[in-house]
């Protein structure tokens, strides 16, 4: 049996049917659905840690039984302020000037989300796998200090390294990744 780490970042989206939903994501989903199926995978999830919220609903909703990397904070004042300016956001988004001190509350407390959960994981979980599979983004840093994993990633499009129509640093930055 293989232990693996699918980052299920992108399925996040999952909860709603708007243009995230993309290609990438019925992609992403696909490689999910049938890794769970397959008896000689064992899998562990991992979220982004800025998206801890929306993680911890999807934990709750779509993989009770799967094992996440991520420890999730039983109470935070963060994620109670976070959730706070998306309910305001959302319902005042049709107003441009009034949205932005709440858009610029989201971002704050995400970064410090991400600031404060990028390295809470449990350890065994990590310490036992063989995988970690990204079948979107990038291989977080923090994770790719673990020896004990190899590292896999979907490259999903191609043409930035074939075309012109980007600049070098961002074709450097896509060579990069890869």
């Known amino acids: 049996m293989i232990n693996v780490i699918y980052d299920a970042t992108v399925l996040l989206n999952m909860t ?79 107003h441009k000037y009034l949205r932005l001190p709440f858009s610029l509350g989201i971002v704050l407390s995400q970064d410090a989300i ?18 970690f599979f990204s079948p979107a983004k990038e291989i977080p840093k923090s994770i790719r200090r673990y020896a004990n994993l190899r590292f896999f990633t979907i490259l999903h499009d191609a043409i930035p390294l074939l075309s012109d129509y980007m600049g070098r640093i961002e074709v450097r930055n896509h060579k990069r990744l890869i």
């Open 114 to 131: 991400r600031f404060f959960y990028k390295d809470k994981y449990r350890k065994e979980l990590v310490q036992n796998s063989h995988v």
């Open 16 to 94: 709603k049917k708007d243009s995230t939903r993309s290609g990438i994501f019925f992609c992403v989903k696909n490689v999910y659905d049938e890794m769970i199926k397959n008896p000689d995978v064992s899998l562990s999830l991992y979220f982004a840690p800025e998206h801890i919220l929306s993680a911890m609903e999807f934990m709750n909703i779509y993989a009770k039984d799967i094992p996440c990397i991520n420890i999730f904070p039983k109470h935070s004042f963060l994620l109670f302020i976070n959730r706070f300016f998306w309910k305001i956001h959302t319902k005042i988004f049709a």
